[in-house]
C-alpha cells in the first residue's frame, strides 16, 4: 500500500471508527419520587510534569522519551512519533563539545556547516534544519545560533518528522524533517561539585565547573552552575578557537507548583577557520578531499559569536489531573566576522578565495503558555492539552564584499592578504534592521486510551500566524508576508504487549513562502506558506534491558519554480523523502551497552521545472547512513571501559542534476576511560580518539556546498566529584 493513497490517510480514522465510542449522560441529585438517572463519572488522574525529563533507558546512554512541543515531557512508548533524547552521561563519556558531537550518534541526522560560515547546520530525515531554531526546554528564541555548547545539556533531544503541530513554525522556518531541544540542567538531590579539564592532541586546552546544590524544607530550591572554557589550536592547520559557556540555573519544586529561571552567556571565536567549499560553474566532478588537516581559507578568516541569554518557566498543578504552564525567554546576539570561502573549478583542486565582512545582530523573545490534563469518560482516557507558542525576532546586518575572487588550490593554498571592499550595503558600525518575524500560534489535541490505554489515538490541530517584514540594508521596508493556516495531526498507538508499541501518524510541516525573484511576472511577492505533509507507520520495542524502533516515512515537500509558460514563480514542484530510520540502544547484559541506528532514504525530485533533472535525487541527501556504537565494561579490570564507534555515509549529489557525486565515506572512533575511586570522591579519567585513521572526505553536501570531514583528533580529560 502506498504511503501517499488515500487508505493510509484515513487509516486512523477506520480504526476508530470500528471502536464503540462512550456515551456521556450528564445528570443531576435525583429529589422526591423522581428515579435517579444513571451517571457516569470523570475519574482524573495525576498528570506527569511536562517540564521534567524522562527518566535514562537502561545504559544510561539515551532516555525514555522526550520533549513533545506543547505536549511537554512524553514517554516514547506512548507518543506516536519518533523521538529519542540523549542524556547529559553520554555528552560527558564522549567529549562531546557541540551538538553536533552529540547528533553525530543518530544515523537520521547529517551535520555541516552552514552557508560561508562556521554555524552547525542539521539534516533531519534529508531536511535542513538551522541553528536558530533549535528549542531549549521546548522554546524558541533562547538559545546561540550558530553553535551551542553542550554542557548546558541535561538531555539533547531529537524529534524525528514534520512537527508543525508540535512546535509551530521555527523562527527561520527550517525543520521540515525534524526538530532539536535541549533540557536545561537541574541540581539534583545529592550534591555535585565536578571539577574538569581536557586538552586535544593539537593544543586545545579546556577546563570547566559544575556546582549542584539543594536548599530548604525537602530540598525544595536548586541551585546548578555550569562554567566551561577553552582555548587553542585545533586539529586543523593554523585554526584556532576559544569558547566560553556559563549558565546559571535555579529552579523551585512545591507541593503543586514548580519554576525554573535559566541565565546564560556563550562566546565562540574562531580565527582562521576553515570554511566550506562551493561548486563552480564548469566543475565536472567532485574533487577528491584533501588531507583532514588541511586548512585552505586564509589566515585572516575569522568568526566572533556572542549571546546572552534566559529563560523563565513555570507550571502549576490546579487539580491532580490538570496542570498550567508559562514561559518566557529571549536572547541577544552580536557576531562579526571576515569570512573566505573557496570555489574549487576543476578535479585539480584549482579554486578561487571570496571576502566577506559581516556584522550582525539579532534579539528574539519566546513565550509559551498553556493547560495539560487528563479524565476519563466511562472507559475512555482523554489526555487533553491546549496551548499557545509565539517567538518574535528581529535582526541587523550590513556588509562589505571584496571582488573578485583570488586564485588558489585547495591542495596548495596560495597566501592571500586581506583586500579593501568593492561592493557594500549598510553601516558596518550600526547594522540597520533587515527584518522581524513574528510567528504565533494555538493548539489543541486530545489523545483518547482505550482498552486500560492499550490503544491510543491523538487527534488535534494547531493554528499558525506568521508574519515576517524585509527592510533593505538602508532599513527601508521591502517586503511583508503575513499568512495563517490550520495544521492538524493524528496518530494511533497500538500496545499489543508491554513491549510492543506500533504506530501511525500524519503530521505537517510548515514554513514561510519565497519570495518571487525579479525576472518573474509576481517579482517581489511571497508565494504563501509552504506546506510539506508527513505519512509514518513503526514500532518501538522496549525489554526493559534493551529497546529500539523500526520507522517507515514519507514526506512531501513543495518547491517554487517560475513557470515556462506564464512566467509566475509559484509552488509547482516537490520534493518527496520515502525511507527507513532502525535503532537499536540499552543494556543487554551488564556492561555492555549499546547505541546504534541505521538510515536508508530515498530523495527523490518527483516534479521539477520543464521536467528537467525529475527523478532524481535531492541534493545533500546520502542515500543511507550507519551508525554503529557500543561500551564495554571490562570485567577483569574493576572501573575500566572501553567504547568503539562506527559512522558509514551513503553518496550524495552536490547538483540537482546528479552530475556531481560525493563519495561514501566511513569514521571510526576509539575510546577508552577509568573511574578512580579516591576516598568518598571519584577522578574520572577519559581519553577518545575520533577520525582514528585520520580519513580525508567531504562530510556532508548538505546546502548545496561541501563540508570537510574533522581530521584524527584526540581528546583527554579528567573529571573529579567531590
Given at each position: 500500500?502506498?504511503?501517499?493513497?488515500?487508505?493510509?490517510r484515513t487509516l486512523?480514522?477506520?480504526?476508530?471508527?470500528a471502536?464503540p465510542?462512550p456515551?456521556?449522560?450528564?445528570?443531576q441529585a435525583?429529589?422526591?419520587?423522581?428515579?435517579?438517572?444513571?451517571?457516569?463519572?470523570?475519574?482524573?488522574?495525576?498528570?506527569?510534569?511536562?517540564d521534567?525529563?524522562s527518566?535514562a533507558?537502561a545504559?544510561?546512554?539515551?532516555?525514555t522519551?522526550?520533549?513533545?512541543g506543547?505536549?511537554?515531557?512524553?514517554?516514547?512508548?506512548?507518543?506516536?512519533?519518533?523521538v529519542?533524547g540523549?542524556?547529559?552521561?553520554?555528552?560527558?563519556n564522549?567529549?562531546?563539545?557541540?551538538?553536533?558531537?552529540?547528533?553525530?550518534?543518530?544515523?537520521s541526522?547529517q551535520?555541516?556547516?552552514g552557508?560561508?560560515?562556521?554555524?552547525?547546520?542539521?539534516?533531519?530525515?534529508?531536511?535542513?534544519?538551522?541553528g536558530?531554531?533549535?528549542?531549549?526546554?521546548?522554546?524558541?528564541?533562547?538559545?546561540?545560533?550558530?553553535v551551542?555548547?553542550?554542557?548546558?545539556?541535561?538531555?539533547v533531544?531529537?524529534f524525528?518528522?514534520?512537527?508543525?503541530?508540535?512546535?509551530?513554525v521555527?523562527?527561520?522556518?527550517?525543520?521540515v524533517?525534524?526538530?532539536?531541544?535541549i533540557?536545561?540542567?537541574?541540581?539534583a538531590d545529592?550534591p555535585?561539585t565536578r571539577?574538569?579539564t581536557?586538552?586535544?592532541?593539537?593544543g586545545?586546552v579546556?577546563?570547566?565547573i559544575?556546582?549542584g546544590?539543594?536548599?530548604g524544607?525537602e530540598n525544595?530550591f536548586?541551585?546548578?552552575?555550569?562554567v566551561?572554557?577553552?582555548r587553542?589550536?585545533?586539529a586543523?592547520?593554523?585554526?584556532?578557537r576559544?569558547?566560553?559557556?556559563?549558565?546559571?540555573?535555579?529552579?523551585?519544586?512545591?507541593?503543586r507548583?514548580?519554576?525554573?529561571?535559566d541565565?546564560?552567556?556563550?562566546t565562540?571565536?574562531?580565527?582562521g577557520?576553515?570554511?566550506v567549499?562551493?561548486?563552480?560553474?564548469?566543475?565536472?566532478a567532485?574533487p577528491?578531499a584533501?588531507?583532514?588537516?588541511?586548512n585552505y581559507?586564509p589566515?585572516?578568516a575569522?568568526?566572533?559569536?556572542?549571546?546572552?541569554?534566559?529563560?523563565l518557566?513555570?507550571e502549576?498543578?490546579i487539580?491532580?489531573?490538570?496542570t498550567a504552564?508559562?514561559?518566557?525567554g529571549?536572547?541577544?546576539?552580536r557576531?562579526?566576522?571576515?569570512?573566505a570561502?573557496?570555489t574549487?573549478?576543476n578535479?585539480?583542486?584549482?579554486?578561487?578565495?571570496?571576502?566577506?565582512?559581516?556584522?550582525?545582530?539579532a534579539?528574539?523573545?519566546?513565550?509559551q503558555?498553556?493547560?495539560?490534563?487528563?479524565?476519563?469518560?466511562?472507559?475512555?482516557?482523554?489526555?487533553?492539552?491546549?496551548?499557545?507558542s509565539s517567538?518574535?525576532?528581529?535582526?541587523?546586518?550590513a556588509?562589505e564584499?571584496?571582488?573578485p575572487?583570488?586564485p588558489s588550490?585547495?591542495y596548495?593554498?596560495?597566501?592571500?592578504?586581506?583586500?579593501?571592499?568593492?561592493?557594500?550595503g549598510?553601516?558596518?558600525?550600526?547594522?540597520s534592521?533587515?527584518?522581524?518575524t513574528?510567528?504565533?500560534?494555538?493548539?489543541?489535541s486530545?489523545?483518547?486510551?482505550?482498552?486500560?490505554d492499550r490503544?491510543?489515538?491523538?487527534?488535534?490541530?494547531?493554528?499558525?500566524?506568521?508574519?515576517?517584514t524585509?527592510?533593505?540594508y538602508?532599513g527601508?521596508?521591502?517586503?511583508?508576508f503575513?499568512?495563517?493556516?490550520?495544521?492538524?495531526v493524528?496518530?494511533?498507538?497500538?500496545?499489543?504487549?508491554d513491549?510492543?508499541?506500533?504506530?501511525?501518524?500524519?503530521?505537517?510541516a510548515?514554513?514561510?513562502?519565497?519570495?518571487?525573484?525579479?525576472?518573474?511576472?509576481?517579482?517581489?511577492?511571497?508565494?504563501?506558506?509552504?506546506e510539506?505533509?508527513?505519512?509514518?507507520?513503526?514500532?518501538?520495542?522496549?525489554?526493559?534491558?534493551i529497546g529500539?524502533s523500526?520507522?517507515?516515512?514519507?514526506?512531501?515537500?513543495?518547491?517554487?519554480?517560475?513557470?515556462?509558460?506564464?512566467?509566475?514563480?509559484?509552488?509547482?514542484?516537490?520534493?518527496r523523502?520515502r525511507?527507513?530510520?532502525l535503532?537499536v540502544y540499552?543494556?543487554?547484559m551488564?556492561g555492555?551497552?549499546?547505541?546504534?541506528?541505521?538510515?536508508?532514504?530515498?530523495?527523490?525530485?518527483?516534479?521539477?521545472d520543464?521536467?528537467?533533472?525529475?527523478?532524481?535525487d535531492?541534493?545533500?541527501?546520502?542515500?543511507?547512513r550507519?551508525?554503529?556504537?557500543?561500551?564495554?565494561?571490562?570485567?577483569?579490570?574493576?572501573g575500566w571501559?572501553?567504547?568503539?564507534?562506527?559512522?558509514?555515509?551513503?553518496?550524495?549529489?552536490?547538483?540537482?542534476?546528479?552530475?556531481?557525486?560525493?563519495d561514501?565515506?566511513?569514521?571510526?572512533d576509539?575510546?577508552?576511560?577509568y573511574a578512580m575511586?579516591?576516598?568518598t570522591?571519584?577522578?574520572?579519567?577519559r581519553?577518545?580518539?575520533?577520525?582514528?585513521?585520520d580519513?580525508n572526505?567531504?562530510a556532508?553536501?548538505?546546502?548545496?556546498?561541501?563540508?570537510q570531514?574533522?581530521?584524527r583528533?584526540?581528546?583527554?580529560?579528567a573529571?573529579?566529584?567531590?
Open positions: 500500500m502506498s504511503l501517499s493513497s488515500p487508505s493510509w486512523p480514522f477506520v480504526l476508530l471508527g471502536l465510542m456515551t456521556i449522560v450528564w445528570a435525583s429529589s422526591g419520587n423522581n428515579a435517579p438517572l444513571d451517571t457516569v463519572t470523570v475519574i482524573g488522574e495525576a498528570t506527569a510534569h511536562g521534567t525529563p527518566p533507558f545504559g544510561g546512554q539515551v532516555a522519551g522526550a520533549r513533545i506543547a505536549w511537554g515531557q512524553r514517554n516514547a512508548a506512548d507518543v506516536p512519533f519518533n529519542i540523549f542524556t547529559a552521561e553520554l555528552i560527558d564522549q567529549q562531546a563539545d557541540t551538538l553536533a558531537d552529540v547528533l553525530i550518534n543518530d544515523a541526522v551535520s555541516g556547516f552557508y560561508g560560515n562556521y554555524a552547525e547546520k542539521f539534516q533531519i530525515r534529508g531536511f535542513e534544519l538551522d536558530e531554531d533549535i528549542s531549549y526546554g521546548g522554546l524558541y528564541g533562547v538559545l546561540p545560533r550558530q551551542v555548547a553542550t554542557n548546558i545539556a541535561e538531555r533531544e531529537l524525528k518528522g514534520a512537527n508543525a503541530f508540535a512546535n509551530g521555527s523562527p527561520s522556518g527550517s525543520g524533517g525534524g526538530a532539536i531541544n533540557e536545561p540542567k537541574r541540581a545529592a555535585l571539577l574538569t581536557g586538552v586535544t592532541g593539537s586545545y579546556e577546563s570547566g559544575d556546582v546544590r539543594r536548599f524544607d525544595r536548586g541551585v546548578r552552575v555550569n566551561v572554557r577553552g587553542g589550536d585545533t586543523i592547520n593554523d585554526e584556532e576559544r569558547a566560553t559557556s556559563a549558565v546559571v540555573g535555579l529552579d523551585y519544586r512545591g507541593d507548583g514548580r519554576a525554573s529561571l541565565i546564560g552567556h556563550q565562540h571565536n574562531v580565527n577557520g576553515r570554511s567549499v562551493y561548486a563552480g560553474a564548469g566543475l565536472t567532485v577528491n584533501p588531507s583532514a588537516d588541511a581559507s589566515e585572516w575569522n568568526t566572533d559569536l556572542r549571546t546572552n541569554f534566559a529563560m518557566r513555570g502549576y498543578d487539580t491532580g489531573s490538570w504552564y508559562a514561559a518566557l529571549g536572547n541577544n546576539t557576531e562579526s566576522g571576515l569570512y570561502s573557496s574549487v573549478n578535479a585539480q583542486g584549482d579554486s578561487t578565495i571570496g571576502q566577506m565582512r559581516v556584522p550582525y545582530r534579539e528574539s523573545v519566546g513565550g503558555a498553556g493547560l495539560r490534563g487528563t479524565f476519563d469518560t466511562g472507559a475512555v482516557s482523554h489526555q487533553l492539552d491546549l496551548g499557545y517567538v518574535y525576532r528581529t535582526t541587523r546586518s556588509y564584499l571584496a571582488s575572487g583570488q588550490n585547495i596548495r593554498p596560495a597566501d592571500i592578504a586581506v583586500r579593501e571592499p568593492a561592493f557594500a549598510g553601516d558596518m558600525n550600526d547594522p534592521l533587515r527584518s522581524r513574528r510567528n504565533n500560534g494555538v493548539s489543541l486530545d489523545t483518547l486510551g482505550f482498552m486500560d490503544l491510543l489515538f491523538t487527534l488535534g490541530a494547531r493554528y499558525q500566524e506568521v508574519e515576517v524585509n527592510y533593505d538602508d527601508d521596508f521591502d517586503t511583508r503575513s499568512d495563517t493556516r490550520l495544521s492538524p493524528y496518530g494511533i498507538v497500538v500496545k499489543p504487549t513491549s510492543l508499541s506500533l504506530y501511525a501518524n500524519h503530521i505537517e510548515l514554513q514561510p513562502g519565497d519570495t518571487a525573484p525579479t525576472r518573474a511576472v509576481n517579482a517581489g511577492q511571497s508565494i504563501g506558506l509552504v510539506a505533509e508527513q505519512n509514518e507507520v513503526g514500532a518501538k520495542l522496549d525489554f526493559g534491558t529500539g523500526l520507522s517507515l516515512f514519507e514526506i512531501e515537500q513543495p518547491n517554487a519554480f517560475i513557470d515556462a509558460e506564464t512566467g509566475i514563480f509559484g509552488y509547482y514542484g516537490e520534493q523523502n525511507g527507513v530510520e535503532s540499552g543494556e543487554p551488564e555492555l551497552r549499546l547505541l546504534s541506528s541505521a538510515m536508508w532514504i530515498d530523495p527523490e525530485l518527483v516534479r521539477t520543464d521536467g528537467a533533472n525529475q527523478g532524481n535531492a541534493v545533500g541527501v546520502p542515500n543511507y550507519l551508525v554503529v556504537g557500543s561500551e564495554w565494561d571490562i570485567p577483569q579490570a574493576p571501559t572501553l567504547s568503539g564507534r562506527a559512522v558509514r555515509n551513503g553518496s550524495q549529489y552536490l547538483d540537482p542534476a546528479n552530475q556531481l557525486e560525493v561514501a565515506w566511513t569514521r571510526w576509539l575510546g577508552v576511560r575511586p579516591l576516598n570522591n571519584t577522578l574520572t579519567l581519553a577518545n580518539i575520533e577520525n582514528l585513521t580519513e572526505y567531504w556532508s553536501a548538505t546546502g548545496g556546498y561541501l563540508t570531514g574533522e581530521p583528533t584526540v581528546k583527554l580529560s573529571a573529579l566529584d567531590f
